[in-house]
């Protein structure tokens, strides 16, 4: 226990809690902070939040913490904060939460401890660190280097250096130099750098320094750095990171121009100007105090601080705060019109204390709006359920506003939406833009009012009130295509200049202009017009005038586009799904990414295996394969490497290489630029079951079929020219097609060989590094037409006319009837000649006359073994299988796409091998009774008459092989 005299020399700090004034102990070695229950007249409620300690005696005690409490400080600070609620404690302690919170210190001095602000504190290292200095001596220039600084980086998420604190570190030690510091102050007097590259990126930009032989002396950073001048470092970096970035962007090779004597690195993601200048500089040694180093950037930034012109723009156009919301000007109130007379009402259920605490700043704030009204007479109700916003380490938490509306989604008719495909929006960037702008509207949905008979759709409840919205949220199924067309007839009369283009996705703005002082001009046009038409603009998400953006997840520059680093380092965060909606989870996020990932639809295939479980609920957990935990890994690291695409231009005509391997489709869409193919977009899916059961060449055309539909948004009507690695053009037009359906070759040919814009060309000799066509694939090495001809038939000189000069001609039928006095299936199949039954028989009743026609084929095959015969039958299925089907459904293994046999599998099986036994053979097709005297309608009379005589006999032994009648794979008819 403390005693009493012991604690009045102890530092405190007295703070108001809920009204109550207690005085706190300030101790820095703990890590939470505690009240105990006599320092409050009632008990605050607690959280699940729990803590566990060792008291001396060696006891854990396990202890809960009160749901954030309001609290005043002397100073007038308003806060909330969550403390241990502990009766063990024998005073109320102030720990590091509270201190680094209120921004207080413990400072020891002769009077003792007290606690200070820490602003008020001169901290002293025990061992300072000593930089030794070039300083920029003339103003002008370094205001001229911050102001470009400025420009070229993304303003919220950088800090700069101020002009007077520009330099160049020549050497940085523990304890001061005294002989380095003699020989630095014996320097020249006048002396200059000669500066001459200027590099940035959005946050970090540096400009690199050309030191004479003498300065080189006095050189001493580490072997990762180059002499460099900072200018802005990006937030929660350091100012020595620079050194390695400015030696990274000398040493690369990848530099290309882009225009405007503006150079870009797709390998760094950075940008280089030339910067030759020879400044003035005085050699200098100052105290390294990151404190004070931090203090030199500039931080505070108004709208005028990004660029001059915006300071044009009328101040009403920026979001105030997170929760500020405007409405569009003359906007067509929303009307929900319900399927029924249903309407849902579901019960709130209970919410966690923090998270009512949490929304209740959002609550309060669109209420005082009037985007929030009371409502305790609404037939609708459905539950609000606050989401806790991800947020960086070390920030503040938040929560979000979000209400289930799947209910109401579900009473009400649905729109067809017409929001733009995220996809292909950027196919609309200009060929020739070098400058864009970015532009995120804040609490968009909001800016759409709902009309009033209509709010009750809305309605929910809080803290046992009833209320609604009188604006459109998020959730409700209808708001994107309805805010998507509200802004754009917002932005109808809207004027920029020729040769700009404007992107809207939803809330997302994209400005793209020619040149720079063409995009400052139109922004600022754009800027005025939406705080014309009632709009608010978040500030701290404006991409003002850059060379590089991001928009909709790409980093966009001239003619290129990458996946940022946030959406892949999200990706690459998410951890190991347990569940089949986890895993569908991340799936998705990684499809939105399948364009820049050759081959995604292979990568992904053992992942989307794991959720195709029958039975498999969205909530049960999957089983992990080891193809599986391949395929996850290697999916993050392809986006890792993820290429740079070029952006598509519509008036340059387009190459799009395919190939098909295992069952898939890949291919690259690629556009001509400069002297070589740079890759657009990379597709890849796989085929549908009858499409992958095909032989390889006809797989092929398939691919290419589906390669076209899935470029064909990028492509548009430009010229194509499709190199696939097999004869798809000849295939096509070759007359003999009975290995497609009529309606599967009627489609093939119709995207392939019948749109204008569509040229198929068959290569051979393509890097299969760049997952293109292989040499192994060409026309050299196989003919398309001789190869099908291999797989789709059971015997390559099998004929569909007659043999010439065959002294064996057999006529082959199958008959199945119902006996009208047992009401049982009568089958049998025969074999004749013109003039006499070769063989025939009866079969079981389950049989149908399908199967008993191939039954009668396999007779007369077997019959003809090592002979010449021209046999006919007139049946279209026994002649299809022999000549169309047959060998694909062996070539398919009798399977159905869904898995299952395909019908009578045994008896296809046993012709297909029963058509080999002759020396040569013939099946042609006759037509059925025609009554004609031909030599063929009577021989096909003379089979029809002898199987239907086959069939009335009793069910016997015959002499072919016959399948037992439990086979159940023969079908009756």
Known sequence: MYKSEAFMKMPKYPMLVEGILIEFLADSGASRSAIRPCDLPCQPQLTGETNESISASGHVICERFTVPLNCETEGGEVLKHAFLYTPACPVPLMGRDLLCKLNLTLVADSRGVHVTEREQVCCLQAEPKWAYEWHIINSDWAEMMCELTKNRTKPFDRE????????????????????????????????????????????MCAVSVCLTEKQLQFYLMAEDSVPHLSLSKGRGQTWCRLGLFVKSCVCATDWREIGGGVKHSESLRAFMTECKHEIGVERIVVPIDQKERENHCMTNICASDIHPALAEVPSELWAKHKYDVGLIKGCEPVVITPKSDYRPCQHQYPLKPEAILGIKPVFESL???????????????????????????????EWRFVQDLQAVNAAVRQRAPSVPNPYTILSQIPQDATFFSVVDLANAFFSVPVEKDSQFWFAFE???????????????????????????????????TAGTALLQYVDDLCLCARDESTCVADTVTLLKHLAQEGHKVSLTKLQFVKQ?????????????????????????????????????????????????????????????????????????????????????????????????????????????????????????????????????????????????????????????????????????????????????????????????????????????????????????????????PTEEDGEEHHCCLTALEQVCTPRPDLSDVPLENCENVLFVDGSAFKDPQ????????????EFDVVTSGSLPSHYSAQAAELVALTEACKLMTDECVTIYTDSRYAFGVTHDFGALWKHRKFLKSDGRPILNAPLVADLLDAILLPRKIAICKCAAHTNNKDFVSTGNARADAAAKAAASQQTTASECTLLSENNPDISSS
């Open 367 to 397: 209420l005082k709006e009037g985007i929030i009204v009371p409502c305790n007479d609404s037939p609708v109700r459905t539950p609000i359920f606050p989401v806790k916003k991800i947020r960086d380490q070390g920030q503040p938490t």
């Open 462 to 496: 809080f803290e046992g009130k009833g209320y609604t919205f009188t604006r459109m949220g998020q959730g409700f199924c209808n708001s994107p295509t309805l805010y998507n067309e509200a802004l754009r007839r917002s932005l109808e009369p809207l004027t920029l």
């Open 822 to 833: 047992t009401g049982l299936n009568k089958v049998g199949y025969a074999v004749t000649t």
């Open 548 to 772: 590089q953006i991001t928009f909709l997840g790409h980093v966009i520059t001239p003619n290129n586009k990458a996946l940022s680093e946030k959406r892949v380092k999200a990706i690459k965060d998410v951890p190991k799904p347990l569940t089949k909606k986890q895993m569908l989870s991340f799936l998705g996020m990684c499809s939105y990414c399948r364009t820049f990932i050759p081959n995604y639809a292979i990568l992904e295939q053992p992942l989307r295996a794991l959720t195709t479980g029958k039975g498999l609920k969205s909530c049960d957990k999957i089983e992990w394969t080891e193809s599986a935990e391949e395929a996850f890994l290697n999916m993050k690291v392809q986006l890792s490497v993820a290429p740079t695409l070029g952006l598509p231009v519509p008036t340059k005509p387009f190459v799009q290489m395919v190939d098909e391997k295992n069952g898939f489709m890949t291919s690259v869409l690629l556009q001509h630029h400069g002297d070589r193919l740079r890759p657009v977009a990379y597709f890849s899916s796989k085929l549908d079951p009858v499409a992958a059961g095909l032989p390889h060449c006809l797989r092929a055309v398939a691919a290419a079929e589906q390669a076209v539909l899935a470029s064909r948004e990028f492509v548009g009507y430009s010229d194509l020219t499709l190199m696939v690695p097999h004869a798809v053009s000849m295939i096509l037009q070759e007359q003999k097609t009975s290995h497609l359906s009529t309606a599967r070759w009627l489609r093939y040919h119709t995207i392939l060989l019948d749109m204008p814009n569509i040229t198929v060309k068959r290569c051979t000799t393509l890097n299969a590094a760049t997952l293109l």
């Open 160 to 203: 700069i250096m101020l002009p007077d604190k520009l330099h160049c570190t020549s050497h940085v030690v523990v304890e001061r130099d005294d002989q380095y510091e003699k020989d630095w102050f014996e320097g020249e007097k006048g002396e200059t750098l000669s500066f001459e590259k200027m590099f940035w990126t959005e946050n």
